[in-house]
């Protein structure tokens, strides 16, 4: 028997496509990759959420010189939320973006272990996390739920099997 897995996202063209609460997650995250410290890869990359009481938290990659030490920016947001007195509060947006020396104009999508790590704050919360994806110009994904990039992903349930 053959299954498989698919999803839909979105494709815009250009900024002015977007809501206007998008756009201004999108910029702020933008405006983030200013904050990374990037100093290996030089790839700045900026993450912004929207909470469901309306409050912003962000985060941006922190590099090591031991490179496996790195953090990316959606783990750094994370572990900010956690910190934060908005800890028991639902991300409803996220927003990435990055800025490198070239021209930064298409979208990127999380890593595998950012994947993993929002796939698990999604199930914990019950949560659907819509996802945005730009570079400082060009194209905007937009996707409704991370798990839709992880499909078949390793959870927490796989640990009582
Ligand atoms: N990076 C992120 O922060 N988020 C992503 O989704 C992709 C990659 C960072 C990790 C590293 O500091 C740099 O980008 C190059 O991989």
Known sequence: MLHTKSFNYQVFTHDNELNHQDLELLNNARQMTKHSYAAYSKFHVGACAMLDNGKIITGCNYENAS?????????????????????????????????????????????????????????????????????????????????????LGYTKTDLTK
């Open 67 to 151: 490179f496996g030490a790195t953090i990316c920016a959606e783990r750094v947001l994370l572990g900010s939320l956690q910190a934060s007195e908005y800890r028991n509060n639902i991300i409803k947006t996220l927003a990435i973006s990055y800025c490198t020396n070239g021209l930064s104009n298409s979208p990127v999508t999380p890593c595998g272990i950012c994947r993993q790590s929002l796939l698990e704050y999604e199930i914990n919360n019950g949560c659907s996390i819509k996802l945005i994806m730009a570079g400082m110009s060009g194209e905007i994904w937009i996707i409704e739920g991370v798990h839709n990039i992880i499909p």
